[in-house]
């Protein structure tokens, strides 16, 4: 069980828009900043936001990012097939001192 | 443009301790950033392992701190893992990532397999 809770699984269609929830606590979302990555089948993770809303360099402004509290969202919109894929939050606890992932979630375009 | 390669056994015996290395290539280890270690079980999760800053400063999960070492040597431009005392939950594909702070992972490796195994 994470500590950060993100949906199992989402899915629209190609060309809509998704959103992807990170829910945690006062200890991580809520003081520290949130990363965004996105994992391909077979492949590493990649960075897809970084500093809860900043994309890295060559990442397309499809991809969103927002914190609200305790909470944090992914946004993409303009869905391709491409895009399915595992998409992971990250964020600081400063109560643990250690690094947190999201237990993932699993877009589906259909 | 910085290129991050994992290597080391990727059989690993109970109780004995797992080894990898991370070569990194066009960047300067020593010029600056935070390296960083995370793993992720077979069909499962990420997990944090830890950091090592280019100075040397280190930050462990504490959930394995007793039995992990991060280390650096700026002259091969290299960082390691070591993790002591590995059991069949230690199996997993783990990953180097150059990190933009603790946690962050900017740049990733392609990863590499351990399984834990008698």
């Known amino acids: 069980q994470s500590v950060l809770t993100q949906p199992p699984s989402v899915s629209a269609a190609p060309g809509q828009k998704v959103t992807i929830s990170c829910s945690g606590s006062s200890s991580n979302i809520g003081n520290n900043y949130v990363s965004w990555y996105q994992q391909l089948p077979g492949t590493a993770p990649k960075l897809l936001i970084y500093d809860n809303n900043k994309r890295p360099s060559g990442i397309p402004d499809r991809f969103s990012g927002s914190k609200s509290g305790t909470s944090a969202t992914l946004g993409i919109t303009g869905l391709q097939t491409g895009d399915e894929a595992d998409y992971y939050c990250g964020t600081w606890d400063s109560s643990l001192s250690a690094g947190l992932f999201g237990g993932g979630t699993k877009l589906t375009v259909l | ?118």
Not at chain 2, 104 to 114: A, K, P, R
């Open chain 2, 1 to 118: 443009q910085v290129q991050l390669q994992e290597s080391g056994p990727g059989l690993v015996k109970p109780s004995e301790t797992l080894s990898l290395t991370c070569t990194v290539s066009g960047y300067s280890i020593s010029s600056g950033y935070y390296w960083g270690w995370i793993r992720q079980p077979p069909g499962k999760g990420l997990e944090w392992i830890g950091s090592i800053y280019h100075s040397g400063s280190t930050y462990y999960n504490p959930s394995l701190k007793s039995r992990v070492t991060i280390s650096v040597d700026t002259s091969k431009n290299q960082f390691s893992l070591k993790l002591s005392s590995v059991t069949a939950a230690d199996t997993a594909v783990y990953y180097c990532a150059r990190n933009y702070d603790i946690l962050t992972g900017l740049n990733w490796g392609q990863g590499t397999l351990v399984t834990v195994s008698s």
